[in-house]
T-cell receptor, first 113, second 113 residues
Framework: EAQVTQNPRYLITVTGKKLTVTCSQN?????MSWYRQDPGLGLRQIYY???????DKGDVPEGYKVSRKEKRNFPLILESPSPNQTSLYFC????????????FGPGTRLTVL | AQSVSQHNHHVILSEAASLELGCNYS??????LFWYVQYPGQHLQLLLK??????LVKGIKGFEAEFIKSKFSFNLRKPSVQWSDTAEYFC???????????FGSGTRLQVQP
Protein backbone atom coordinates (compact mmCIF):
# COMPACT_ATOMS: atom_id res chain seq x y z
CA GLU A 1 0.00 0.00 0.00
CA ALA A 2 1.32 3.42 -0.98
CA GLN A 3 1.70 5.47 2.15
CA VAL A 4 3.61 7.92 4.28
CA THR A 5 4.38 6.71 7.78
CA GLN A 6 5.44 8.67 10.81
CA ASN A 7 6.76 7.56 14.17
CA PRO A 8 5.97 8.07 16.89
CA ARG A 9 2.32 9.05 16.59
CA TYR A 10 2.25 10.56 20.06
CA LEU A 11 5.12 11.87 22.14
CA ILE A 12 5.34 13.69 25.44
CA THR A 13 8.77 14.98 26.32
CA VAL A 14 10.50 17.62 28.42
CA THR A 15 12.22 20.82 27.46
CA GLY A 16 15.70 20.32 26.10
CA LYS A 17 15.57 16.58 25.48
CA LYS A 18 16.55 15.90 21.88
CA LEU A 19 14.05 13.97 19.81
CA THR A 20 13.57 12.72 16.29
CA VAL A 21 10.32 12.13 14.45
CA THR A 22 10.76 9.75 11.57
CA CYS A 23 8.99 9.94 8.22
CA SER A 24 9.13 7.33 5.53
CA GLN A 25 7.39 6.99 2.16
CA ASN A 26 7.24 3.99 -0.15
CA UNK A 27 6.20 5.77 -3.33
CA UNK A 28 9.66 6.80 -4.56
CA UNK A 29 8.67 10.45 -4.33
CA UNK A 30 11.35 13.08 -4.78
CA UNK A 31 9.77 15.86 -2.76
CA MET A 32 9.14 15.61 0.97
CA SER A 33 8.21 18.20 3.54
CA TRP A 34 7.32 18.75 7.18
CA TYR A 35 4.46 20.87 8.46
CA ARG A 36 3.21 21.82 11.85
CA GLN A 37 -0.48 22.38 12.48
CA ASP A 38 -1.64 24.76 15.17
CA PRO A 39 -5.22 25.89 15.92
CA GLY A 40 -6.16 28.95 13.91
CA LEU A 41 -2.91 28.91 11.97
CA GLY A 42 -3.47 25.99 9.63
CA LEU A 43 -0.43 24.14 8.35
CA ARG A 44 2.90 25.88 8.20
CA GLN A 45 5.84 24.40 6.38
CA ILE A 46 8.94 23.77 8.48
CA TYR A 47 11.41 22.27 6.01
CA TYR A 48 11.26 20.60 2.64
CA UNK A 49 13.51 18.48 0.48
CA UNK A 50 13.54 18.37 -3.30
CA UNK A 51 15.61 15.19 -3.38
CA UNK A 52 18.37 13.29 -1.57
CA UNK A 53 20.80 15.66 0.13
CA UNK A 54 18.75 18.69 -0.96
CA UNK A 55 16.88 20.43 1.85
CA ASP A 56 15.63 23.96 2.39
CA LYS A 57 13.84 26.03 4.98
CA GLY A 58 10.11 26.54 4.90
CA ASP A 59 8.20 29.25 6.71
CA VAL A 60 8.94 28.23 10.33
CA PRO A 61 12.31 26.43 10.45
CA GLU A 62 13.61 27.80 13.78
CA GLY A 63 14.34 25.06 16.30
CA TYR A 64 14.20 22.23 13.76
CA LYS A 65 16.65 20.27 11.65
CA VAL A 66 16.12 17.73 8.90
CA SER A 67 18.21 15.37 6.83
CA ARG A 68 17.62 13.49 3.59
CA LYS A 69 20.21 10.77 3.27
CA GLU A 70 17.86 8.37 1.52
CA LYS A 71 15.01 9.07 -0.82
CA ARG A 72 12.40 7.36 1.32
CA ASN A 73 13.26 8.92 4.70
CA PHE A 74 13.01 12.49 5.94
CA PRO A 75 13.43 12.70 9.72
CA LEU A 76 12.60 15.83 11.69
CA ILE A 77 15.00 16.60 14.52
CA LEU A 78 14.38 18.82 17.50
CA GLU A 79 17.76 19.34 19.13
CA SER A 80 16.42 21.18 22.17
CA PRO A 81 12.63 21.12 22.20
CA SER A 82 10.73 23.94 23.86
CA PRO A 83 7.05 24.21 24.87
CA ASN A 84 6.26 26.40 21.85
CA GLN A 85 7.03 23.39 19.68
CA THR A 86 4.05 21.56 21.13
CA SER A 87 2.04 20.89 18.00
CA LEU A 88 0.72 18.37 15.52
CA TYR A 89 3.32 17.51 12.91
CA PHE A 90 2.69 16.16 9.43
CA CYS A 91 5.11 14.77 6.92
CA UNK A 92 4.15 14.82 3.25
CA UNK A 93 5.61 13.56 0.00
CA UNK A 94 4.97 14.42 -3.64
CA UNK A 95 6.24 13.00 -6.91
CA UNK A 96 8.48 15.23 -9.01
CA UNK A 97 6.55 18.33 -9.98
CA UNK A 98 4.93 20.17 -7.12
CA UNK A 99 1.67 20.62 -8.97
CA UNK A 100 1.02 17.03 -8.07
CA UNK A 101 -0.88 16.05 -4.97
CA UNK A 102 0.93 15.94 -1.64
CA UNK A 103 0.39 12.71 0.28
CA PHE A 104 0.29 13.23 4.02
CA GLY A 105 1.31 11.00 6.87
CA PRO A 106 -0.99 10.32 9.85
CA GLY A 107 0.56 13.01 12.03
CA THR A 108 2.62 13.10 15.21
CA ARG A 109 1.21 14.87 18.22
CA LEU A 110 4.10 16.29 20.24
CA THR A 111 3.82 17.78 23.70
CA VAL A 112 6.84 19.50 25.21
CA LEU A 113 6.55 20.11 28.95
CA ALA B 1 5.22 35.98 -1.23
CA GLN B 2 2.17 33.80 -1.60
CA SER B 3 -0.58 33.69 0.99
CA VAL B 4 -4.01 32.19 1.47
CA SER B 5 -7.00 33.52 3.39
CA GLN B 6 -9.93 31.45 4.52
CA HIS B 7 -12.48 33.81 5.94
CA ASN B 8 -14.84 31.28 7.47
CA HIS B 9 -13.22 29.80 10.54
CA HIS B 10 -16.17 27.79 11.79
CA VAL B 11 -19.29 26.93 9.83
CA ILE B 12 -22.31 25.08 11.22
CA LEU B 13 -24.87 23.68 8.80
CA SER B 14 -27.78 21.30 8.89
CA GLU B 15 -27.78 18.24 6.70
CA ALA B 16 -28.89 18.94 3.11
CA ALA B 17 -27.89 22.59 3.33
CA SER B 18 -25.64 23.99 0.63
CA LEU B 19 -22.03 24.79 1.40
CA GLU B 20 -19.64 27.41 0.15
CA LEU B 21 -16.27 27.97 1.79
CA GLY B 22 -14.26 30.98 0.78
CA CYS B 23 -10.61 30.93 -0.23
CA ASN B 24 -8.63 33.89 -1.50
CA TYR B 25 -4.99 33.82 -2.39
CA SER B 26 -2.32 36.37 -2.99
CA UNK B 27 0.28 35.75 -5.68
CA UNK B 28 1.23 37.69 -8.75
CA UNK B 29 1.58 34.86 -11.23
CA UNK B 30 0.15 31.53 -12.27
CA UNK B 31 -0.97 29.29 -9.44
CA UNK B 32 -1.90 25.73 -8.64
CA LEU B 33 -4.76 25.52 -6.16
CA PHE B 34 -5.87 22.74 -3.85
CA TRP B 35 -8.52 21.91 -1.30
CA TYR B 36 -7.69 19.36 1.36
CA VAL B 37 -9.98 17.83 3.98
CA GLN B 38 -9.05 16.55 7.41
CA TYR B 39 -11.64 14.33 9.07
CA PRO B 40 -11.48 14.11 12.88
CA GLY B 41 -8.38 12.23 13.94
CA GLN B 42 -7.20 11.64 10.40
CA HIS B 43 -4.56 13.07 8.10
CA LEU B 44 -5.16 15.44 5.23
CA GLN B 45 -6.68 14.11 2.04
CA LEU B 46 -6.95 15.84 -1.31
CA LEU B 47 -10.48 16.87 -2.28
CA LEU B 48 -9.68 18.55 -5.57
CA LYS B 49 -7.06 20.55 -7.41
CA UNK B 50 -6.79 23.14 -10.15
CA UNK B 51 -3.82 23.47 -12.46
CA UNK B 52 -5.19 24.91 -15.69
CA UNK B 53 -8.11 24.68 -18.09
CA UNK B 54 -11.74 24.59 -16.98
CA UNK B 55 -11.99 26.83 -13.90
CA LEU B 56 -14.77 24.68 -12.47
CA VAL B 57 -13.14 21.69 -10.88
CA LYS B 58 -14.95 18.65 -9.59
CA GLY B 59 -13.53 16.58 -6.79
CA ILE B 60 -14.42 13.62 -4.66
CA LYS B 61 -17.57 13.23 -2.55
CA GLY B 62 -19.58 15.73 -4.59
CA PHE B 63 -17.35 18.72 -3.91
CA GLU B 64 -16.46 21.28 -6.55
CA ALA B 65 -14.52 24.52 -6.64
CA GLU B 66 -14.42 27.44 -9.02
CA PHE B 67 -11.26 29.35 -9.82
CA ILE B 68 -12.01 33.02 -10.47
CA LYS B 69 -8.75 34.58 -11.54
CA SER B 70 -10.00 38.17 -11.41
CA LYS B 71 -11.01 37.70 -7.78
CA PHE B 72 -8.02 35.55 -6.76
CA SER B 73 -10.54 33.12 -5.36
CA PHE B 74 -11.02 29.37 -5.26
CA ASN B 75 -14.19 28.76 -3.30
CA LEU B 76 -15.29 25.26 -2.37
CA ARG B 77 -18.91 24.25 -2.85
CA LYS B 78 -21.23 21.34 -2.25
CA PRO B 79 -24.95 21.48 -3.01
CA SER B 80 -26.08 19.28 -0.14
CA VAL B 81 -23.88 18.45 2.84
CA GLN B 82 -24.03 15.30 4.92
CA TRP B 83 -23.16 14.66 8.53
CA SER B 84 -20.09 12.77 7.30
CA ASP B 85 -18.74 16.01 5.80
CA THR B 86 -17.97 17.24 9.29
CA ALA B 87 -14.25 17.99 9.05
CA GLU B 88 -11.71 20.74 8.69
CA TYR B 89 -11.09 22.07 5.20
CA PHE B 90 -7.87 23.66 4.02
CA CYS B 91 -7.25 25.67 0.90
CA UNK B 92 -3.68 25.67 -0.42
CA UNK B 93 -1.81 27.48 -3.15
CA UNK B 94 1.47 27.08 -4.92
CA UNK B 95 2.73 29.77 -7.23
CA UNK B 96 4.41 28.56 -10.40
CA UNK B 97 8.14 28.74 -9.90
CA UNK B 98 7.84 28.44 -6.14
CA UNK B 99 8.60 25.30 -4.25
CA UNK B 100 6.48 25.74 -1.16
CA UNK B 101 2.80 24.96 -0.76
CA UNK B 102 1.04 27.54 1.41
CA PHE B 103 -2.04 26.55 3.38
CA GLY B 104 -4.85 28.68 4.71
CA SER B 105 -5.75 28.57 8.37
CA GLY B 106 -8.59 26.14 7.76
CA THR B 107 -12.38 26.13 8.11
CA ARG B 108 -14.01 23.83 10.59
CA LEU B 109 -17.31 22.54 9.21
CA GLN B 110 -19.84 21.05 11.56
CA VAL B 111 -22.87 19.38 9.99
CA GLN B 112 -25.76 18.75 12.32
CA PRO B 113 -28.04 15.79 11.61
Amino acid sequence: EAQVTQNPRYLITVTGKKLTVTCSQNMNHEYMSWYRQDPGLGLRQIYYSMNVEVTDKGDVPEGYKVSRKEKRNFPLILESPSPNQTSLYFCASTPQGLSNEQFFGPGTRLTVL
Amino acid sequence: AQSVSQHNHHVILSEAASLELGCNYSYGGTVNLFWYVQYPGQHLQLLLKYFSGDPLVKGIKGFEAEFIKSKFSFNLRKPSVQWSDTAEYFCAVRGTGRRALTFGSGTRLQVQP
